[in-house]
Each structure stands twice: as C-alpha cells, then as structure tokens.
C-alpha cells in the first residue's frame, strides 16, 4: 500500500511538472476575476496586468467583473473555479483580510481556499466630497460634522470603504450617516449626483471628475501625501491624530492549483509589474509595487488582520 501511495506521489510531482512547462498553453484563455465594477481601480489595473501577461505569453486574457457583496461574489466564483491555472482573482485587503472581520457567515476562506501567487499593488484612497460641499478640507469638515451629527452622508461599497470612514469617525470623533452601494462606480456616481456628501475612493476613479470640477478631495489617508495630489494634505496634517489606512492588491488562484503553475505565474506577474502600460497605470492611480511573494503574502495578510481585529472590536459588522 505504500509502495502505491508512493509511486502515485511520483506520477502527480511528474504529471505537474510536465503541466508546467507547457504552461501557459496558448490555445486557451487566462481569466481574471474581478470582484468588483467595470471602471474601479482594481478593474483598471487588472485590465492593464491582462494587457501585459498577454504580451508577454502569447495568451489571450480577458477579465470577468463580478460585483457586489463587498467582493464576496467574484471571490465566491474564483474559488469554485477549477485549480488549473487558467482562472486567478485579483483581490485585495477587503476581500482577503477586512471581510473576515466585518462580514458574518464569509462564504469563503481567504487562507484556506486560495493560494496566493503575487502581492502586486499598495495604495490609499481619497476622501472626497461632493462639489456642492463647501468645505476644502476634511479639517472644516470634520468641523462642521462635529456641530452636525448625523447630517452628512458617507458612501460605502467595500469594507475598505466603508472601515476607512469607520476609523475616520472613531479617531474624530464624529457620527456620520453611511449609504451603502453595489459598486464603487455606484458609490462614485451618487457623490457626483450629490446623493451623499462624502466617499473614500481611489484617485484614478475620482480623477476625471476632479477634472470637471463635480467633486473635490479632502484629505489623503495614507501617512503621506500623494504624488498624485500633492496639495492634498493627509488627516494627520488636518488634525486627526494617528490616522493612517492604506491597502494592496494581489493576485489568487483557487486552492489546489499545482505548485509550478503558480511559480510560473508568479513570473509572469514579476514581468507584468515592470510592463510599460502597468507602470502608467500605476502612477496614474497612485500605486505603488508590492512585490511579494506567496509566503510574503501570507504574512502581510497575517499582520493586517491582528491590526484590523483591534480597530473593529468597536465597529457593527455589516450584514451582507
């Protein structure tokens, strides 16, 4: 019984490694799932890694947008997806570290149903408000919510999103009422309306609507300023005192993928980082590499969510 268990063992390690050297296969399709909405900042960047794997390879990517649920829905569909290497998820700290604490009943493990491949992005958002807003800054803001409880409007569409105003109202100390949206291009779309007063997104989303003066930014919320927006002070210069959030992108595939499949990917991710298109990407919405392998990957999850367990002892987890 041993002997078969062995020779098996030997048949799966051989069977794996000849996959991987033919892999990618040019004749199929790599797909990307999106768990979020057409035109958010990691829908342009993975459209941009698509690009670039392309290229490189010689294999026809396309990326699948699947919205909603705070991301529980594109991460629901990659993990049933087969372990092949032809399917991967480009995820971040909301759908792998911030839903397990803020969502009852996850239908999915970000540990135990996904193997990480490649940490590619971190960024910040932007808290931006609508254009009838009269405050320029989240100090007049946060002001201005202190003498109104209640009165303004946030919109959430992640737990990023949402967190982020979360510990802007904790450390503030200030209560605002939270809109929850779909996608964040909903989130977006109801700021330039004027439906809510205030949203954290990213700035490659808010750029064009900067440009035509129908929101404005208030504050960064990173520790430091943006290259992107560099009269854009961070809350920290505006007052609020230890106020620092920032995120990261990575790249997944359903468990079970084989080894070299995912060592294959993780090279072809490395390339895809230093590719021409990504780069403008990249400084177009203020992110900068992350470039972690899977181990690594593992271990800023791990650090993030003993951060994040502290902060959302005192935050209501949202039904989804």
């Known amino acids: 019984m041993k002997l078969i268990r062995f020779v098996g063992l030997i048949l799966l390690v051989l069977s794996s490694s000849a996959w991987a050297q033919t892999y990618p296969d040019k004749s199929k399709v790599i797909k990307i799932i999106v768990p979020f909405g057409p035109g958010s900042g990691t829908d342009l960047f993975a459209r941009a890694v698509g690009n670039a794997l392309n290229a490189k390879s010689g294999v026809a990517v396309i990326i699948d947008n699947k919205p909603g649920a705070e991301g529980v829905i594109g991460m629901s569909a990659a993990k049933s997806s087969p372990p092949d290497g032809y399917t991967m998820v480009m995820g971040n700290i909301g759908t792998q570290v911030l ?23 971190k960024f910040t958002n932007v808290l931006n408000a609508t254009a009838s807003l009269p405050y320029k800054g989240a100090r007049e803001f946060i002001e201005a919510a202190k ?40 989130a977006t779309t109801a700021l330039v309306r004027g439906e809510i007063d205030v949203l ?29 927006l560099p009269d854009v002070p961070t809350f920290r210069e505006q007052g609020v005192k230890d106020y620092e959030f920032t995120g990261w992108i990575a790249v ?39 470039n972690l392998s899977g181990q690594q990957l593992i271990a800023l999850q791990r650090a993030d969510s003993d951060k994040v367990s502290k902060l959302v002892g005192s935050a209501p987890r949202q039904p989804r």
């Open 147 to 186: 003498k109104n409880p209640g009165k303004y409007r946030f919109g959430s569409a992640t737990t990023m999103t949402r967190l982020q105003v979360e510990l802007l109202q904790k450390l503030a100390g200030i209560e605002l009422e939270q809109i929850p949206y779909r996608s964040m291009a909903d």
């Open 252 to 290: 997944y595939f359903p468990a079970k993928t084989p080894t070299p499949i995912v060592t294959a990917m993780q090279e072809l991710l490395k390339d895809a980082l230093k590719a021409p298109n990504v780069t403008e990407t990249m400084a177009r919405a203020a992110y900068e590499p992350l």
């Open 200 to 228: 954290m997104n990213d700035a490659i989303t808010a750029d064009p609507f900067y440009k035509a003066g129908r929101i404005h930014p208030l504050a960064v919320a990173g520790a430091e300023r943006m290259a992107r």
């Open 99 to 121: 839903n397990v604490h803020m969502l009852p009943n996850l239908a999915y493990d970000p540990v135990a149903d996904f193997i990480p491949v490649y940490g590619m992005a």
